[in-house]
């Protein structure tokens, strides 16, 4: 299994809503990241977990709050967005604590912020 | 902030054609990527350089890493309807530390 599995694919939500956004892989990858990316823009780097640790976050607003239960899967908590935030998330992977590492990237989840 | 330009933005060509797409930066990165980005998925992998002035093929595309780690260079020979796409280089500056760059947009026409 060579795969980054995302759910959901697509939602949308109000501001005063909460949701989660769900990232597996079983590649037994210990680095896994959340990646922000508008319309015609690059990925961002937002979040990056190693063996299920928080090692970097890149000045994200409170309102996003990842989590790693363990070493297969990352939750991204979405609570009082807006309109603004609406974008596609991205989820990646990576084998090991090293350099250079080729990055997975799920398909990723469009948020919709109403 | 480490910043890497690409450029052209923008490249509609026909098919046949070949084409250079290249990435810059005034920051050092211990070694370049880049990716292949189709609508509605995820980046994928197409190559890593790491050592300046390093060249390496896949099948019609050459991607060439600036002597001073600097800079990169992608060329597509002959490009195909498949190659569409969204190219974006990614720059490893550190342990997880990968910053992409501003993307370009390529539509190959058949």
């Known amino acids: 299994d060579t795969e980054v599995t995302q759910t959901p694919k697509h939602l949308v939500m109000g501001m005063t809503n909460k949701k989660s956004l769900k990232c597996e892989q079983h590649?037994?990858?210990?680095?896994m990241y959340w990646y922000k990316q508008k319309a015609k823009k690059p990925p961002e780097l937002m979040f990056v977990?190693?063996?299920?640790?928080?090692?970097i976050n890149e000045s994200v607003p409170s309102r996003f709050s990842p989590e790693c239960p363990n070493s297969s899967l990352l939750n991204l908590h979405l609570h009082a967005l807006q309109p603004e935030d609406s974008a596609l998330y991205l989820c990646?992977?990576?084998?090991?604590?090293?350099?250079?590492?080729?990055?997975?990237f799920g398909s990723g989840t469009q948020l919709s912020v109403l | 902030t480490q910043l890497l330009e690409q450029s052209p933005q923008f490249l509609s060509i026909q098919e046949g054609e070949n084409l250079t797409v290249y990435c810059n930066s005034s920051?050092?990165?211990?070694?370049l990527q880049w990716y292949r980005q189709e609508p509605g998925e995820g980046p994928v992998l197409l190559v890593t350089?790491?050592?300046?002035?390093e060249v390496k093929k896949l099948k019609r595309l050459t991607f060439q890493f600036g002597d001073a780690r600097k800079d990169s260079s992608l060329h597509i020979t002959a490009a195909q309807p498949g190659d569409t796409g969204l190219y974006l280089c990614?720059?490893?500056?550190?342990?997880?530390?990968?910053?992409f760059g501003t993307g370009t947009r390529l539509k190959v026409l058949a």
């Open positions: 990646a992977s990576s084998p090991r604590q090293a350099v250079n590492e080729k990055l997975f």
């Open positions: 590649m037994g990858h210990r680095a």
């Open positions: 977990y190693s063996y299920e640790k928080l090692s």
């Open positions: 920051s050092v990165f211990s070694s």
């Open positions: 350089v790491v050592t300046g002035g």
């Open positions: 990614a720059g490893v500056t550190g342990t997880y530390k990968y910053i």
